[in-house]
């Protein structure tokens, strides 16, 4: 695996609908326990995966044992690790995306692009005006996409500030980066971390290939 460098992100997809026998064994007692208590076994098996492979590369980019690693978690609940990379996932139906950074904190969202229920009145409530403003001059067709992009982007501020949607508005006065990182175009993506003359790299994939949107978070 390539070393992170200074001002790059590694961003790696992941299948979460693969066999997770060998993913399972990385998880910790306390994650197991997590798994245990989802009521559908698809969900289990997704969240079984998702940390699999989250540990996976952690354990590869730290040059040691994903089972051994040891979480810490901010007061928001964002996970770390001491001494590791930064770190963020992001999962929709049966895809993940990971992202690793060196030396910022960096937030990553994926959602399956599908119809939503009062996309308006989410719009109104979450989005700042000039997003507001893009996605109803949107024509109809495109409407459901500028709306997850919109989304997807807030989300990704949110989580690389470890504050979730409260803080989601990029802070005034600091410099900041937002990439679209959609891996299809079933799903929308973004990529965001504090700072400019960023590289963002597309590792492999992990596990099979990329579910398509008709597959959504249960």
Not at 98 to 122: H, M, N, S, Y
Not at 166 to 178: C, F, I, M, R, T
Not at 200 to 207: K, N
Request: proline fraction near 6%; aromatic fraction near 10%.
């Amino acid at each position: 695996m390539a070393a992170l460098g200074e001002r790059e992100i590694h961003l790696w997809p992941a299948s979460l609908d693969g066999d997770t026998e060998s993913l399972s064994l990385l998880l910790s007692e306390d994650e197991r326990e997590r798994a245990r208590r989802f009521r559908f076994e698809r969900d289990r098996h997704r969240f079984i995966a998702g940390r699999g492979w989250l540990r996976s590369l952690l354990g590869r980019y730290l040059q040691t044992e994903g089972g051994a690693l040891r979480f810490g978690y901010g007061p928001k609940g964002k996970p770390y690790v001491d001494g590791g990379p930064h770190f963020n996932l992001s999962h929709s139906g049966g895809m993940a995306l990971l992202a690793f950074c060196a030396a910022e904190e960096v937030g990553v969202d994926l959602e399956a692009v599908r119809e939503i229920d009062d996309a308006e009145g989410i719009a109104r409530r979450y989005f700042a005006a000039a997003e507001i403003e893009r996605w109803m001059a949107a024509p109809p067709p495109l409407r459901t996409r500028v709306f997850f992009d919109c989304w997807t982007r807030m989300e990704a501020v949110g989580k690389a500030l470890g504050e979730g949607l409260a803080a989601a508005a990029l802070p005034p006065g600091e410099p900041w980066s937002v990439f679209d990182v959609s891996p299809s175009p079933a799903f929308a993506a973004a990529l965001a971390v504090r700072g400019e003359g960023w590289s963002v790299c597309f590792m492999g994939q992990c596990g099979g290939a990329a579910p398509n949107s008709e597959d959504h978070p249960g």
